[in-house]
């Protein structure tokens, strides 16, 4: 792979050069320290008529500092597949509007929008389906988005690198689980008010959360959010045409475009536990924002078995209407569309889990999951007020049933390896139907999982991991409907290979993924870790879309549509460096600061494209973070700030076609006023030095190339939030 000559790239050199000190260090230092918050030694606590010496007290006021405040780095540490654990503090601690800004600062993840923005998630640079998105551990519901929930609601976040049988191998790049809060079983009240503004726009929101009792034995937590949003977008594009075999100019082009949105919200989730008979309980968990719900039963069969049963359901309408008007340089209207579009989507699903506890150490989990979503889209497309499109009907009928089964074993073969063995088999058929064509596609896949961790010795702070899997991604509903859909700018006659129509493909397969991954981890004294993760995944029928000149129904000329295919094989790699230490454990007499960093490098390899830089779309080179917070020791402030930054990075999507993105910096700060045990006040600053987003993409045909350069600005975002706790 050709080196970056982008000047950021530069700037991760001092990430890696510390990360490979921290690494060459700590194992030396790890032979002296003491055991680790989780290991199973005993702690003796002094008599209380007999006074303890101070070094001894010392030592133990030490160690309930890391079993009280590390509990996400001992879930960590103790799970058998890799799993990344984010907590309340660090989920809320720079004052994010959206959960996708959280995540971007998660070692590997990257998002899709401009600087600040947030937008689509991906780990390892794979969006696009490659990451698994789970709310509570199930599928997100049917028109859910993460930017429909805000960051206060969630209880923690769940990273897992790799797959498994439980929770679903339609994650090549990964999964991201979702937790909401929890009930509590102490009486509280939780009130939040915030305000920001980002640039000439202005955003409010407002929460109450309580945690009560129904009578004496049914807890239930209740989340109201209310948050009205106001942004705006600019963007500047520049396309030019010339000629390939002169150098001419054909044609030079420039728009603007300028998008106000208003967004304004309720949500509403709440969490009830009833208890059944004794060993049993229902745990009703509705969720408001889009009308969906869930509830769970778990049973204890016996004293080793466990039976969890979920029963969801939800749904959700979206209207949406967009006017174009095309106009000529005396601003006459020479072209009017209005797209109307009536979406509905209802979903069910049911999710069996049978837990038994051997006495041997075995843990086995076996379950059964049923889905069904239906969507029923009515579009009326008219252009200068008539309609087009008219052969393949104004309605169109899609619904996709999966049938899912898997077991798995987890077990330890001594107190120094910790193996997982899992197997899942999954059926997914997708239906599309109107009036003028039907069609189907049915797949399945079958994934054998192996997950295992290896100490040195039992009490090491150091630990080895290793993986093994098979995974896969589906085609998207989207992806299998035929129905075209017209290009906006050429909606007649001949069309440019930069602007294609756009159709689907029900003739797709799933994409198949093989992978395995190695990692090395070693938790510090005082709850921080280094840790060293590499990966690697081959894939085989992968999705892409491919844009080809056709004879089409819809038009008496030829037509650049862009369909998705599958066009090959494709492999990806990387690896990810972490790093979250306290410099008072490396430096003598430093200051307790809080350093998190970390640090990806990804590559990838498209086979049937021509490179250089046939990468997977949307994958950038490499992504990096890192951070730092202060608590002042005589005053009830703490402060802290982080700097992610995503490299540019240029990508060959097809013989015809490339793109080159630009590299994304931003920088964000907080100070956090501790007014009592009970009040808090959170300043925070986003986006601290805005920069423009800089993309170009090329297209060429028989005759021209054409090039156009986007640019999108981004702007800074501070705000201000109360919290309460009555």
Known sequence: MTPSRNPTAATATPLLALFTA????????????????????????????????????????????????????EQRRTSTASRIVIGKEDIERYGDSSVSEVLKRLPGVTTGGRPGRGGDVRMRGMGGGYTQILLNGERMPPGFSLDNLPPDQLERIEVMRAPTAEFGARAVAGTINIVLKEALKKTANEVRLGSSIEGDQASSNASWTRNDKIGEAIPYTFTVSLNRSNTRDDNESRTV???INTGALVLDQHATNVNFNKREGLNLNARVQIPLSPGESLTIMPIAIMG????????RLNDAARLDVRLNGGGSRNDTRSLRQELD???????????????????????????????????????????????????????NGLPILTEF???????????????????????????????????????????????????????????ATWKPDE??????????????????????????????????????????????????????????????EHYLSKGGLISANFFYR?????????????????????????????????TAQGIELEAKVRLDEIFDNALPVALRTNLSVFDSKVDQVPGPNN???????????????????????SFGGTVNITPGYDLQVSGIQSSSMGTKVVADAFVLWSVDRETQVRFNVNNLAPRDYLSTSTALNDTQRQVTESNNPSRLNWGVRLELKL
């Open 292 to 299: 969906s719900g869930n509830s769970t039963t778990s049973g």
């Open 538 to 570: 081959r894939i085989s029928d992968l999705i892409r879309s491919v844009v080809a000149l056709e004879t089409v129904s819809w038009s008496d000329q030829q037509r650049w549509v862009s369909r998705p295919q599958n066009v090959g094989n494709a």
């Open 459 to 520: 009490k090491s702070r150091n630990q080895w991991r290793s993986s093994l899997t098979r995974s896969y991604k589906a085609a998207s509903l989207q992806e299998l409907i035929a129905r075209p859909g017209i290009s906006q700018r050429y909606p007649t006659g001949a069309n440019e290979v930069s602007s294609p129509d756009r159709a689907g493909n029900p003739n797709l397969n799933p994409e198949l993924a093989s992978g395995f991954e190695i990692a090395y």
């Open 393 to 451: 009907g104004d309605d169109i009928n899609a619904s996709s049933a999966r049938v899912a089964t898997y077991v798995q074993d987890e077990w330890n073969p001594s107190k120094q390896v910790s193996a997982y063995a899992g197997l899942r088999w999954e059926s997914i058929t997708t239906k599309s139907d109107s009036s003028s064509y039907a069609v189907s596609n049915t797949s399945s896949v079958l994934t054998p999982l192996l997950h």
């Open 615 to 637: 990468r997977l779309e949307g994958q950038p080179k490499g992504t990096a973070n890192i951070g730092l917070d202060y608590k002042l020791r005589n005053l009830p402030i």
């Open 241 to 243: 045409w010339t000629d």
């Open 329 to 383: 340089n005396s601003n006459t209207v020479i072209r009017l569309t209005d797209d109307s579009t009536d979406t509905r989507e209802n979903n069910w699903s049911f999710n069996g889990k049978l837990s038994y506890q051997m006495e041997n150490e075995h843990s086995l989990v076996g379950g059964l999951e049923f889905d069904s979503n239906v969507r029923n889209q009515g579009r009326t497309t008219l252009q």
């Open 22 to 73: 921290l690494m060459l260090a700590y194992p030396a230092l790890a032979q002296t320290s003491a055991p680790a918050a989780g290991d199973k030694e005993p702690v003796t606590a002094p008599k209380a008529d007999t006074p303890a010496k101070d070094g001894k007290d010392a030592n133990q006021l030490n160690r309930v500092e890391v079993i009280g405040n590390n509990s996400e780095a």
